[in-house]
């Protein structure tokens, strides 16, 4: 079967979307300098060694998290149990912002290394709304900005074939993780085939076989568990232009 193809199938009902989460530097650029600071002031350190929950899918939803160190992944637990990594978050990422509903957590946060997260209960995040008009504006065009961005990648995800959706994640890897050296953009992030195949939506099989094929393509190369990414070839792949 065409590698490019094996897969496929999974693309729209259990293929990976995914998710944007915005910076704290997003949500407070408009914020005056006194509410950022009642912001830092409210939020409530918390420490996770490598892999614990920060939450779990299913958890009561009482607190905006901000990531400060470390890297998290968002995971969604299927029925059947099957893990699905939705997207890795790096430090200034804002995530679980949808704690105004009774509904509870839709995903797992899992520590992907040590991590340090500041934590705003919901009763704080009310009194800041409140407080602060700013503020609320910036977590409005937050929610509203996520809810664009998730429309327009399930479109794009639908469309999408095995080999592209590979490509973009490695991009976005690169662009989000990876370390300039003269040998390419080097992601050390222990990312398994099996890992890769959560992230868009594929078989772990489909995943080795591209991994071959962009090898071979020179998009990327393997040294141990590192990967060296081509930036510019892969936007080339995709037919996309970078600055």
């Not at 600071?37 to 899918?57: D, G, I, N, S, Y």
């Not at 890795?88 to 340090?116: H, K, M, Q, S, Y």
Request: charged share 30%.
């Amino acid at each position: 079967m065409n590698p490019d193809a094996r897969g496929e199938g999974r693309a729209a009902g259990g293929g990976a979307l995914p998710l944007p989460f915005l910076s704290i530097r997003e949500l407070l650029a408009e914020v005056p300098e006194a509410d950022v600071v009642k912001f830092h002031a409210l939020c409530v350190e918390r420490r996770f060694p490598r892999e614990t929950a920060v939450f779990r899918q299913d958890d009561a939803a009482d607190a905006l998290c901000v990531l400060r160190e470390g890297l998290v992944k968002i995971v969604s637990l299927s029925e059947t149990g099957t893990d699905q990594i939705l997207h890795i978050l790096r430090p200034g990422d804002i995530f679980g912002e949808l704690i105004f509903l009774p509904e509870p957590r839709p995903f797992t946060a899992v520590a992907l290394t040590d991590a340090v997260v500041g934590a705003l209960p919901r009763p704080a995040l009310l009194e800041l709304f409140a407080a602060s008009p700013s503020f609320a504006r910036g977590y409005l065009r937050l929610l509203s900005r996520r809810l664009h961005e998730v429309e327009r990648a399930f479109s794009a995800l639908i469309h999408a074939w095995p080999h592209r959706r590979l490509a973009k994640e490695l991009l976005h890897l690169a662009e989000d993780l990876g370390d300039e050296t003269p040998k390419g953009t080097r992601v050390s992030l222990r990312l398994t085939h099996e890992d890769l195949s959560n992230l868009i939506g594929a078989s772990r099989e489909t995943v080795t076989l591209l991994i071959h094929k962009f090898e071979e393509l020179g998009l990327l190369r393997r040294e141990g568990r590192e990967l060296y990414l081509d930036r510019d070839r892969l936007a080339g792949y995709l037919g996309l232009e970078r600055a």
